[in-house]
């Protein structure tokens, strides 16, 4: 890289956006040999929350923004987590009330800006326009949810809607009535008077470019897709995850628990940070551990209206499971927990960096997705790439049963298993594609490359590095743990993989 850059970049408030970004900043420098510089803009309290994962201090500056107080939030809110879903909305607007000091921000930072990175801040292209800055509305999801809301077309009684024939896939798309109302969302305002699906529209019509954090392995013909709609250059990022920190050991409380079982035993559980059950559904997925009588660690906040996981835990729990499970409420060593020999399984919310993480692990994935864009990754490795199971839900409220939970864990943990054998064969596959030396740099580099032509007013061609392997074709698909065909627009299997895809 020849010129220096200097990106300023604005995600939403919230810890699943910021962190992703952060991440990609530390890439950026390291890819670019140092020539990126990023000024990183987010709430006051989340900097020293996060100054340990700036890699590069010298050239990445993570600049506090003060969040403005909207009734009805709490006192001191600035990020997602600091207030239930509801009120999101006037999380929106407070962010919206930034623009006077971004704008100063992006007048004053040295040396001049180059490029703006944004997801939901639209606005920030009229600032970019007026000082003649490139933008890139660059989305920490996946590039299914960018396509299938492109595609849903509203119906007469406004009961589930209907997808554009053109939508890519029929097995990636949310499923029932519980599932279509998690994206209602989009419907209703979220922020300064503009509808949800109205401020993404913005956000992707009005930048330069589209960023994605995906590889066209895996979404190739949703990549297609929403670049097509949108009519601009789409660079993709990569999974662009940081590096596991191999100095930092297991906490020895927990490595000593682990080391108890057999290799391969424990089923382990995070949900997110972001999720909260009600105290019904909390005890029904612990039942559902129970049930498996396999050793377990399960990672959850207390539920609804529970001050605590001891006061939510069902009846006679913990005496009849004794020291084989463990439901912990606060923070774990996640990846070092995963890279234990005694971890077999892993139930993920499937947030993007956990879907993520959990391909790159040698573990058996089960999937219990909440949120509808946690779903949409799901189905992405449930129904099209087929390395995880994800657990049936009653599709009309979207409940969880401890039988249909136990029996998903079951499923990828019995050696004897059809589905488990499918998914584990197919996991070892995608892992090798993805953990491929050069993969993941491979796109960094290339999303550079396109930034400088970006900026030279040069076509952005967003090409796959060169020494990628084609998209792999859709396996075959197991719908309610059962094999049958999938109806996913196919691609082109690399030949050195031919044989070992189911």
């Given at each position: 890289m020849g010129e220096q850059f200097h990106i300023v970049m604005y995600p939403w408030l919230h810890l699943g956006h910021i962190i992703p970004y952060l991440h990609f900043a530390n890439k950026l420098a390291e890819r670019s040999g140092h020539k990126i510089r990023t000024t990183l803009l987010l709430p006051?309290?989340?900097?020293?929350?996060l100054n340990h994962m700036n890699l590069h201090p010298s050239?990445?500056?993570?600049?506090?923004?003060?969040?403005?107080?909207v009734d009805p939030l709490p006192l001191g809110a600035?990020?997602?987590?600091?207030?239930?879903?509801?009120?999101?909305?006037?999380?929106?607007?407070?962010?919206?009330l930034t623009r006077p000091e971004v704008q100063s921000t992006i007048l004053g930072v040295q040396p001049r800006a180059t490029l703006i990175f944004y997801d939901i801040a639209y606005w920030v292209n009229e600032i970019a326009s007026e000082l003649g800055i490139k933008t890139v509305c660059y989305m920490p999801v996946c590039a299914a949810c960018q396509a299938m809301a492109i595609a849903m077309r509203p119906t007469q009684d406004n009961a589930v809607p209907e997808l554009a024939p053109e939508y890519p896939s029929t097995d990636?798309?949310?499923?029932?009535?519980?599932?279509?109302?998690?994206?209602?969302?989009?419907?209703?305002?979220?922020?300064?008077?503009?509808?949800?699906?109205?401020?993404t529209r913005r956000s992707k019509t009005l930048c330069d470019a589209i960023g994605l954090r995906t590889c066209r392995e895996i979404e190739g013909a949703f990549c297609d897709y929403v670049s097509s709609h949108f009519g601009k250059p789409l660079l993709l990022s990569g999974p662009v995850l940081p590096?596991?920190?191999?100095?930092?050991?297991?906490?020895?409380?927990?490595?000593?628990?682990?080391?108890?079982?057999?290799?391969?035993?424990?089923?382990?559980?995070?949900l997110g940070s972001q999720m909260t059950l009600e105290k019904e559904q909390f005890q029904e997925l612990l039942l559902g551990f129970e049930m498996t009588k396999m050793p377990f660690l399960v990672v959850l906040k207390a539920p609804s209206g529970c001050a605590s996981i001891d006061e939510a835990l069902p009846e006679g729990f913990q005496e009849r499971v004794g020291d084989r499970g463990v439901v912990h409420?606060?923070?774990?060593?996640?990846?070092?927990?995963?890279?234990?020999?005694?971890?077999?399984?892993?139930?993920?919310?499937?947030?993007?960096?956990?879907?993520?993480?959990?391909?790159?692990?040698?573990?058996?994935?089960?999937?219990?997705?909440?949120a509808w864009d946690h779903i949409m990754n799901a189905r992405i490795m449930a129904a099209q790439m087929k390395v995880a199971v994800e657990v049936e839900k009653r599709e009309e409220d979207g409940w969880v049963s401890?039988?249909?939970?136990?029996?998903?864990?079951?499923?990828?943990?019995?050696?004897?298993?059809?589905?488990?054998?499918?998914?584990?064969?197919?996991?070892?596959?995608?892992r090798e594609v993805i953990t491929r030396q050069g993969f993941m740099d491979g796109y960094v580099d290339n999303f550079i490359k396109d930034l400088e032509r970006l900026v030279a007013n040069v076509e952005v061609t967003a090409e796959v590095p060169s020494d990628h392997p084609e998209p792999l074709r859709e396996q075959t698909q197991h719908s309610s743990l059962e094999p049958s065909r999938s109806s996913t627009r196919p691609h082109k299997m690399p030949p050195h993989l031919q044989d070992y895809v189911e």
């Open positions: 006051k309290k989340a900097v020293p929350q050239l990445i500056s993570l600049h506090p923004i003060t969040i403005p107080h600035e990020t997602a987590s600091d207030v239930p879903p509801h009120l999101a909305p006037h999380l929106a607007t407070a962010m919206d990636v798309v949310l499923r029932g009535p519980a599932e279509w109302r998690k994206i209602s969302l989009r419907t209703s305002q979220f922020g300064s008077g503009l509808k949800f699906s109205e401020r590096e596991p920190n191999k100095a930092t050991p297991l906490d020895p409380e927990w490595a000593a628990w682990l080391g108890r079982f057999g290799r391969g035993s424990v089923v382990f559980c995070t409420g606060g923070w774990v060593q996640q990846p070092q927990i995963l890279s234990h020999p005694s971890v077999g399984c892993f139930v993920s919310h499937c947030g993007l960096g956990a879907l993520w993480e959990s391909l790159m692990s040698e573990c058996q994935i089960v999937l219990l997705p909440q401890k039988e249909s939970f136990c029996k998903a864990i079951k499923a990828v943990m019995d050696e004897e298993s059809e589905v488990g054998c499918l998914v584990k064969r197919n996991h070892a596959t995608w």
